[in-house]
């Protein structure tokens, strides 16, 4: 079966940490392009950050700048997200999505996970 599934969210006090995973099976990571989108209550989806197939572009929204990491191991099919200095307005349920370009543009991408809530909070 073709699925991304996510992974590492939680709970967690403002100016912590957290390592979203976003794992492929019945296909390979390394000819895509992986996005990670989040929506929080009443909100639309908003692109946090996207990696390009081999790793080589790289976009993260001004929102997080500075605080997100994004990385990818194709060699384990999976891409992480490494975020740092959370703050309350990160709170939202985080998405990985597989796509043919890096964009923070949710409609470029085809296959998306299930999501994974992250919760800021003290």
């Known amino acids: 079966q073709v699925q991304l599934v996510e992974s590492g969210g939680g709970l967690v006090q403002p100016g912590g940490s957290l390592r979203l995973a976003c794992a492929a099976s019945g296909f390979g990571l390394e000819a895509y392009a992986i996005g990670w989108f989040r929506q929080a209550p009443g909100k639309e989806r908003e692109g946090v950050s996207c990696t390009s197939s081999n790793g080589g572009i790289v976009y993260y929204s001004d929102s997080v700048k500075g605080r997100f990491t994004i990385s990818r191991d194709n060699a384990e099919n999976t891409v992480y997200l490494q975020m740092n200095s959370l703050k309350p307005e990160d709170t939202a349920v985080y998405y990985c999505?597989?796509?043919?370009?890096?964009?923070?543009?949710?409609?470029?991408?085809?296959?998306w996970g299930q999501g994974t809530q992250v919760t800021v909070s003290s």
């Open positions: 999505a597989a796509g043919i370009i890096a964009s923070l543009i949710a409609n470029e991408y085809d296959l």
